[in-house]
């Protein structure tokens, strides 16, 4: 194991971003970061399969999208700044994502922050 791991399994909340989660992820995160084109992303409003169908994303990846599981895509290998992207199409913040990955109401999570009125 690398070193710099070691105990990263006893912090809740961390999934590391290694090798196999890169070459796992790289089909969706080609497709989020896609989504700064104004093409895909008018593609992805409008017939969100046919831009999965152009992605080539497996169900999997589809289902994550359509539901849009922060924490699974995540776990799964997407780069959170790639997701930032499908947040920006999908009118979902910064602080609702980071909820939804912490397992909080957007509520409960904004009292945790020093700027509880942020959305």
Do not use: H
């Not at 070459?23 to 084109?37: A, H, S």
């Not at 290998?77 to 912490?102: I, Y």
């Amino acid at each position: 194991m690398n070193r710099q791991l070691e105990g990263v399994d006893k912090v809740p909340g961390t999934y590391p971003f290694d090798l196999a989660q890169s070459e796992r992820g790289m089909r969706l995160n080609r497709f989020l970061v896609g989504l700064i084109r104004p093409e895909n992303r008018e593609l992805f409003k409008r017939e969100a399969e046919a831009a999965f169908e152009r992605a080539g994303l497996s169900e999997d990846e589809r289902e994550m999208v359509r539901m849009l599981d922060w924490a699974r895509m995540v776990k799964y290998g997407a780069n959170f700044f790639a997701l930032e992207k499908l947040g920006r199409v999908s009118n979902v913040g910064n602080p609702a994502m980071c909820a939804q990955m912490a397992g909080m109401s957007l509520e409960d999570f904004l009292k945790t922050r020093r700027v509880p009125d942020a959305r």
